[in-house]
């Protein structure tokens, strides 16, 4: 098994460990890893991309990731020319022998052209066939691929192919191996200035570390600002490991053809008065690795760093006026295929400013719709405050990073420079846009955008209705949106994977930004989907967005990588320092609900929300804050150890009493009348854990009013009922029905000895009940195992419900929803009636009609009349968490708790969804508690049934 090694400080060094693998060195990419996880799909990966781009660094960290047997075998280039295969065909044959092994082969490309290749071939379809089904891992690594029929080797699936798109080191990536790795950061604009300089590629990264190592950072600062083709160490680099011995010809034409950005074989072509080019770039790309292309060879490209040397080389070769003419014919040619911001960037590299304005005036919106933050190192500073086009540039970029008060300087002075009434009227559109998230701008809905600031402002479920008249993809974004900012998760989900993302829209930030919520929601729930969030940072970037590309890298803390959460925290203090305000309350709001999840919430993180989204004007954010802040305060202070976050310390003083019952009802204040359902209920169960004398009522008020919104609790939320039986019996008048409560929403759990008819204890229901719901459902009566198969599947089903709701009684709209949601009132009542009746034959075959004993009615519901003595057996994990508890209360009052699991692993859970049938808060009964599946995730499947946890044996009998 593969053991990690320790890193080295020299990037360029490779130190072995004691097997044979690499030192696993530098910063680990999770979402590359996350990649090469692929292989346990299709068995087989490829890395290809030219040399400096860390591929070596990259396997090995894969390797001492990896839990089974790892075998690596680095090709010797004289080995595989001398057709020694020996110790190649050695090392497969090692790894064929363990099952679930990982095969690593780097440098294959030394292999292509000699006997060994073949040889490779024959071994791989050898390690396959023997391998099967195991779970074999193959990955293979170089600067170009041999000819291997990758077919053979049965792979279930499309190889995972990682190139040195990929492999390029984005923004955030950097600046987290400066500050991490390299321990010498850099601030936000020379980050950016730096990748783009160095284009990503690892060797120019770390080159440019080895170089500025232990400067000050004002030094740092300078030298990225001076990085160019004149870099010496990166010349020397290049020089020695992808331009040695290459044919004068082959130099020659990289040269001259480094003026283009992107290289077709009909450009070069044109600009070299040759033909063939497409020839030379295919052999420039697939034999020597020189170029890369991201779209199956019609096009190539260089890496910034090479394509800068090679920019220099022109200099040198040409003399700078013959160099400026030759960046000049590049940009003609350019311009006749109307690629107008790469012909500007050509006239700039030749200094020829006049031809950049006059394009800018023919081509300006065209330029600056495709933000290309590099023309701005190309220009100089004159030019930059003077043309309106760049002006507007600017502020777009600004934009793009979240600063909208820089930005809305920008358009408005770009609109004061403007001479034509277009140029002006684009200023002001883009300057309405940015205004609308200020927090003193109330605008009008003329924009999507400006549906989703009045989401966060007040009443979301009122913005999701209007939304309806909202087309296309815009419209699907503000109706979820909405819809979770009210805390209907469920109907959200639902959206979420019901909306087309492929939907004609005026913008494709409203297409990623519901891409991004529908990806993070299926993150919530469980499904592990890095890889799409990596995958919408990185078009969101290519958008001219970084702000969104940062949301999306904190949305991967709502799924079950532990790490992940230091990547959202990293992100919210990376938008702190940009200035970008919105996209720190949004980052922060996800570290919070992160905590929320694990149950532990952050007081202080909490109240900077709450802060942050008043100062914004974002109501509905600052009602969930405070809600959450002060459910969790009172939980907090709670003395019965209901929560995570309870002290236990004894009984509160009356003025601390009193000091969180106040702060709860101002959180439930604001919420009601910003209009969040969702807030309210955590403020209502904050309510209940601060005030015993109403708890129970104050439950049952916000359980039934998150099953009514689709909300699903937390289990640690829910205290413990508290309240004495006698007291609940005090309380309710002699004329009020059984299972009624006066000024309440939900029937409360009524007594054995107080139910009415039917409830009262006899000989048959004061016999020895057993139901186990582990390993499956059993119930045995008096000794007698029930044979539940005996009856329908939806008999089982509701007996299921029932149970899991023992000595509760259930409504019987809760049981006609659950069972049968689509059929009508009448029809549903019909066969409800003749479920229990099959249902008292199953359990009391003996009892006379109308003197059922165990499957009682009260009144409009249903329930199992259990004896009052109950008993439980948890798994060991229960015992040691239940001796945490507070001490006091029987286990009868932990066994009521609400506790949210699976019934069964095999037993199908029922979902429960509102219908237009009327079925008020009123008239639900008190066993509809919502639960959820037991996930990784953060938001579960909304289920319906007060469940009984899947680890615990119940015991319900007499005493």
């Given amino acids: ?27 680990v990419r999770h979402r590359l890893v996350a990649h090469l996880a692929a292989t346990r799909a299709t068995g087989l990966a490829l890395v290809v991309a030219p040399a400096g781009y860390g591929k070596t660094t990259l396997l090995a960290q894969y390797a001492h990731l990896h839990p089974g047997y790892v075998t690596w075998h680095g090709v010797d280039g004289a080995e595989a020319i001398a057709g020694q295969t020996d110790r190649l065909l050695g090392d497969i044959a090692d790894s064929a022998d363990h099952p679930e092994s990982l095969l690593i082969i780097d440098n294959v490309d030394q292999l292509i052209g000699t ?27 170089g600067r170009r691929m041999p000819e291997l029929n990758l077919l053979r080797h049965e792979v279930s699936g499309v190889p995972c192919v990682i190139g040195p798109d990929h492999l390029r080191f984005r923004t955030w990536e950097v600046e987290r191996l400066l500050a991490s790795i390299y321990a ?59 331009l040695a011995d290459l044919d004068p010809a082959i130099r020659t034409f990289l040269v001259r053809t480094s003026v ?27 034999r020597h690795g020189l170029l890369s292309s991201i779209d199956g060879g019609q096009s190539y490209l260089y890496h910034q760093v090479m394509r800068s040397h090679l920019a220099e080389a022109l200099v040198e070769d040409l003399g700078e006026r013959q160099a400026a003419r030759w960046h000049a014919r590049a940009a003609r040619l350019l311009i006749d295929e109307a690629a107008y911001g790469e012909a500007i960037r050509a006239h700039a590299r030749a200094g020829d400013w006049a031809a950049v304005r006059r ?16 023309l701005g190192d190309l220009l100089p500073a004159w030019l930059l405050a003077e043309d309106p086009w760049l002006v507007y540039g600017e502020a777009r ?23 034509d009434e277009d140029g002006k009227r684009r200023c002001r559109a883009r300057r309405r846009i940015s205004a609308i998230w200020l927090a003193d701008e109330v605008p009008g809905r003329a924009h999507w955008s400006a549906w989703l600031r009045a989401a966060l402002r007040r009443h979301p479920l009122t913005v999701s209705c209007d939304a309806v008249a909202l087309p296309g993809t815009s419209g699907h974004l503000v109706r979820l949106m909405a819809t979770m900012l009210a805390g209907n998760l469920r109907d959200a989900y639902r959206y979420a994977m019901e909306a087309p993302i492929g939907c004609n829209t005026e913008s494709s930030i409203a297409a990623l930004a519901l891409r991004l919520l529908r990806t993070g929601l299926r993150q919530a729930a469980g499904v592990d989907i890095g890889i799409e969030l990596d995958r919408i940072a990185d078009e969101a970037e290519a958008e001219g967005a970084p702000w969104f590309g940062r949301l999306a890298r904190a949305a991967m803390a709502l799924g079950s990588d532990s790490d992940a959460i230091d990547e959202a925290h990293a992100v919210a203090s990376e938008c702190e320092q940009r200035d970008d305000v919105w996209g720190a309350l949004a980052a922060t709001v996800i570290t919070c609900l992160r905590d929320w999840h694990v149950g532990l919430p952050d007081a202080g993180r909490l109240s900077q929300v709450a802060r942050a989204a008043k100062a914004l004007g974002a109501g509905v954010v600052q009602a969930w804050a405070q809600s959450m802040l002060a459910l969790s305060s009172s939980m907090a202070a709670s003395p019965s150890g209901a929560g995570p976050q309870a002290s236990g310390a004894g009984p509160l003083t009356s003025e601390s009493r009193q000091s969180l019952i106040t702060e709860a009802k101002t959180a439930a204040h604001l919420a009601a009348s910003i209009g969040v359902p969702g807030a309210h209920i955590l403020a209502t169960l904050a309510i209940a854990h601060a005030d015993a004398a109403r708890s129970d009522t104050l439950i049952d008020d916000a359980t039934v009013q998150a099953l009514a919104i689709g909300m699903p609790l937390p289990p640690w939320v829910l205290p413990a009922r508290t309240l004495p039986q006698q007291d609940q019996q005090q309380r309710r008048p002699a004329d009020t ?34 139901i186990r719901c582990f390993g499956g459902f059993q119930m045995e009566i008096a000794g007698r195992r029930i044979d539940i198969m005996a009856v329908r599947a939806r008999a089982r089903s509701a007996l299921r419900l029932l149970a899991t709701n023992a000595g509760h009684v259930v409504h019987k709209e809760v049981l006609i929803e659950a069972l049968w949601p689509d059929l009508s009132a009448t029809a549903a009542t019909r066969n409800l009636q003749v479920t229990v009746s099959a249902l008292r034959g199953l359990l009391e075959p003996a009892s006379e009609r109308g003197k059922a004993q165990l499957l009682i009615r009260s009144g409009e519901a249903y329930g199992l009349a259990l004896p009052q003595a109950v008993s439980a057996t948890p798994s060991p994990s229960q015992r040691r968490s239940t001796a945490g508890s507070a001490s006091g209360g029987s ?59 899947p680890k615990r044996s119940i015991q319900l009998g007499a005493a």
């Fill in 397 to 419: 970029r600004r934009l793009g990073h979240g600063q909208l008060h820089a930005a809305i300087d920008g358009f408005r002075k770009a609109e004061s420079l403007f001479a």
């Fill in 260 to 286: 283009f950005e992107v290289l077709t074989g009909t450009r070069c072509d044109c600009l070299l008065d040759t033909t063939g080019s497409a020839r030379v770039l295919d052999d420039l790309a697939n």
């Fill in 115 to 141: 006997p060994a290749e073949a040889e490779l071939e024959r071994a791989l379809s050898y390690r396959s066939g023997r391998c099967g089904s195991s779970g074999c891992d193959v990955l293979l690594s």
């Fill in 359 to 374: 394009l800018l005036a023919r081509a300006g919106d065209v330029v600056v719709d495709h933000d290309d933050p590099g």
């Fill in 891 to 949: 286990k009868a009052r932990r066994l009521r708790s609400t506790h949210f699991g699976r019934l069964s692993p095999r037993t199908p859970v029922l979902c429960y969804q509102r219908r237009d049938r009327q079925t008020g808060p009123s008239r639900l009964g008190s066993g509809s508690t919502g639960r959820r599946r037991q996930s990784p995730g953060l938001w579960p499947q909304w289920r319906c049934g007060r469940a009984i946890s």
């Fill in 1 to 27: 098994m593969a053991m990690r090694g320790a890193p080295v400080d020299d990037p360029f060094t490779t130190s072995m460990t004691g097997n044979g693998i690499p030192a696993a060195h530098g910063l």
């Fill in 184 to 242: 010498e950061p850099l601030p936000p604009d020379e980050i950016a200035l730096l990748t783009r300089r160095t284009g990503g590629w690892a060797a120019g990264l770390a080159m440019f570390h080895l170089s500025t190592r232990g400067r000050p950072l004002a030094a740092r600062q300078r030298t990225v600002a001076s990085l160019s083709g004149r870099w010496s160490m990166a010349r020397g680099y290049l020089a020695r490991t992808l």
């Fill in 737 to 770: 029905p059984a299972g009624a409560r006066t000024g309440g929403a939900w029937p409360e759990r009524v007594p054995p000895e107080s139910r009415g008819q039917g409830f009262q204890p006899t000989a048959a229901s004061a016999l020895q009940v057993s």
